[in-house]
């Protein structure tokens, strides 16, 4: 429950920081893609996690004070939980999903040295996806006796939402056909990314369809196309993204062979490990099994997907290694050692505190392709005008701005690091503890550290923050 209101408050965090704190000069369409994937993500977590925080809430309050939400007995029904688990679950896969494309669509450019085709298409894909996300919960319910009709509406949401899918596939391969690509190890996860999830994304739309979801509902087959989902739409992305950023959060690049062996390990891992899956499913093996009995036809798949299981966790392994090695033998990375196009490589690798000794002013979508960022050069009796300049960001301020426009209208004091967060985290831990054993002298203990905490917290003076 608190878990899922921190979630949603977060979420409400990013997308006033989306609106209010860009760079000057960055417009709406002048958005890193990744930036649009998070706001797209974050009026999602707003929508679908409250849905999550009821049910869990329900649930409690059935448990602890005997009412009957979810108990047949006395008026209540299962679906209940399972629609309200749904309407979060479905959506959560695409607030998934999203931040992963984002960072797709981020590399990809960079590593085929081509602008993004189609970036207006791609955002209205982003957007489509949020949108429709949220019509599709119940295709995981049509095992449970909901009625025909809203089967069949569930369902034709269900392929269609495959439709913005498809578009942002047709920006990636344009993307790369026009440009010259770079094989990289981000853009190796980045290709491995388009070939696992096509392959999920397929599957999906299978099991939108009525008739084989019956078949397929409780199976490996449901299993298999989860993972090739998941993995493919957002470890890939993930692990290129590591390769991608790393040189900028520590100043030290990561090995490229090392990389590329734990990509071509974790590819033929992944895939010899979750293919099968589907083969299994067809021949009538249910998930959440631990154990079967001999004679089923299973036995040979699942030593195959535990051998390709295997093979993935050692891919995943090596970056790990290649993590740990580059603190020490790692090559030094310069400011910007990929030629990117974005304002994160506009500054040193790692980046000072304040970031930017001077807060750029953005004039395209590709502002270190295009020109090099302006920067307020003066300071002046403007307090919005002076926090672009290096005494302003020293000095922890930051402008906001004025609605779509991305003009600066003010300057918000950026409060100084504090322990003072931990100390509330670290109360309300104790609280839940508490309240999971039943000791009560443990909540009473959390309690006051966390009011302890959050009234210091809330009592700093502005001084304190700047």
Do not use: C
């Not at 998941?230 to 959060?249: D, E, H, Q, S, T």
């Not at 030629?339 to 590709?366: C, K, M, Q």
């Not at 690091?417 to 985290?425: E, I, M, N, Q, R």
């Amino acid at each position: 429950i608190f878990v899922g209101i921190s979630t949603t408050v977060g979420a409400i965090n990013f997308i006033v920081s989306i609106f209010k704190m860009r760079a000057p000069g960055m417009t709406l369409n002048r958005m890193p893609m990744f930036v649009w994937s998070v706001l797209a993500m974050a009026f999602m977590i707003v929508f679908a996690v409250p849905a999550l925080t009821v049910a869990a809430g329900l649930l409690e309050l059935d448990r602890q004070f005997g009412t009957a939400f979810y108990v047949p007995a006395h008026g209540g029904h299962p679906l209940l939980y399972q629609h309200l688990f749904w309407f979060w679950g479905h959506p959560e896969v695409y607030i998934l999903f999203l931040p992963a494309v984002g960072m797709v669509s981020m590399m990809i450019p960079v590593f085929s040295r081509q602008r993004l085709v189609g970036y207006t298409w791609a955002v209205a894909a982003f957007m489509a996806i949020a949108f429709i996300s949220f019509g599709v919960w119940v295709h995981h319910m049509f095992a449970t006796g909901v009625p025909a009709f809203a089967m069949g509406v569930f369902s034709a949401a269900s392929h269609v939402i495959a439709i913005p899918s498809g578009v942002l596939y047709f920006v990636w391969i344009a993307t790369l056909w026009r440009g010259k690509t770079n094989w990289t190890v981000p853009m190796l996860f980045n290709v491995g990314f388009l070939l696992v999830f096509l392959i999920g994304g397929l599957t999906g739309v299978m099991v939108a369809a009525l008739p084989f979801d019956w078949q397929a509902t409780d199976t490996y087959f449901v299993v298999a196309h989860f993972h090739y989902v998941l993995n493919g739409a957002v470890v890939f992305p993930i692990f290129g993204a590591i390769y991608y950023w790393w040189p900028k959060m520590t100043g030290k690049m990561l090995s490229e062979s090392l990389g590329k062996w734990s990509f071509w390990t974790m590819l033929i891992g992944f895939n010899v490990s979750f293919f099968p899956m589907h083969i299994l499913g067809l021949m009538g093996m249910p998930r959440r099994i631990y154990t079967y009995d001999d004679g089923l036809g299973w036995a040979t798949l699942n030593v195959v997907v535990t051998i390709g299981g295997f093979a993935f966790g050692v891919g995943t392994l090596l970056t790990v290694v290649a993590v740990i090695r580059a603190r020490r033998h790692g090559e030094r990375a310069g400011p910007n050692p990929w030629g990117a196009d974005s304002l994160e490589w506009a500054t040193t690798s790692p980046p000072p505190e304040y970031n930017f000794d001077s807060i750029p002013v953005v004039s395209s979508r590709h502002p270190l392709w295009d020109d090099r960022p302006l920067v307020m050069s003066s300071e002046t009796s403007d307090e919005a005008t002076w926090s672009l300049s290096r005494p302003g960001t020293v000095h922890r301020h930051n402008p906001v701005l004025d609605g779509m426009e991305a003009r600066p209208s003010g300057s918000l004091g950026i409060p100084r690091p504090t322990y003072l967060p931990v100390l509330v985290a670290a109360g309300l831990t104790i609280i839940f503890y508490g309240m999971l054993v039943t000791a009560t002298v443990m909540a009473v203990i959390g309690i006051a550290a966390a009011v302890v905490g959050i009234a210091i917290w809330a009592w700093r003076t502005e001084g304190d923050l700047r």
